[in-house]
């Protein structure tokens, strides 16, 4: 039985509901919405970024990079799209293009958002560690806590790899 159609008559109020589902973990509900809203609403960069998250979380990481990449090159200088997508690829352990994507990302934040300069920081230690520099991975993980001394992961992240 085909799915209903989604009222598309407030995008706003559906890319709230999406990102709530999204909170929620439930990405399985979140996916036709953000889908839908996209086709609808093709000009609004977070309504790619939310389709992308649905389907990186669902398993379906490489659906979630075509999508990214579909987004960017419409919204080239996105930095959620950007972070999204490093996020994807460090899940796929594509460390050397997780670290390009973070670093375009971070280069892209605002300076006053902090919080989301916190996260591509800590983000981009993640793939440096991996990467095997480890000085400057600390490094990042310093920066990120220094941007937000809430982020917790990045806080984790250096304790982990510094101690004995």
């Not at 999508?67 to 994807?88: C, G, H, M, Q, W």
């Not at 390009?100 to 971070?106: D, Q, V």
């Amino acid at each position: 039985m085909p799915s209903s159609p989604i009222p598309l008559h407030n995008p706003a109020g559906l890319l709230r509901r999406i990102n709530k589902l999204i909170e929620q973990r439930r990405f399985s509900k979140a996916l036709p919405l953000a889908r839908q809203l996209r086709e609808a609403d093709p000009a609004n960069p977070l309504v790619w970024a939310a389709e992308g998250i649905c389907l990186s979380e669902s398993g379906q990481s490489a659906d979630a990079l075509r999508i990214f990449d579909r987004a960017l090159k419409s919204f080239p200088n996105d930095y959620n799209i950007l972070y999204y997508k490093a996020e994807t690829l460090s899940s796929q352990k594509k460390f050397e293009k997780a670290e390009t994507a973070y670093r375009a990302a971070l280069a892209n934040v605002p300076a006053s958002d902090r919080r989301s300069r916190s996260e591509c920081l800590n983000g981009l230690g993640v793939a440096l560690w991996h990467l095997l520099m480890k000085d400057e991975a600390l490094e990042c993980w310093r920066l990120a806590i220094q941007a937000d001394p809430k982020n917790k992961t990045a806080r984790r992240n250096l304790e982990e790899f510094t101690s004995p």
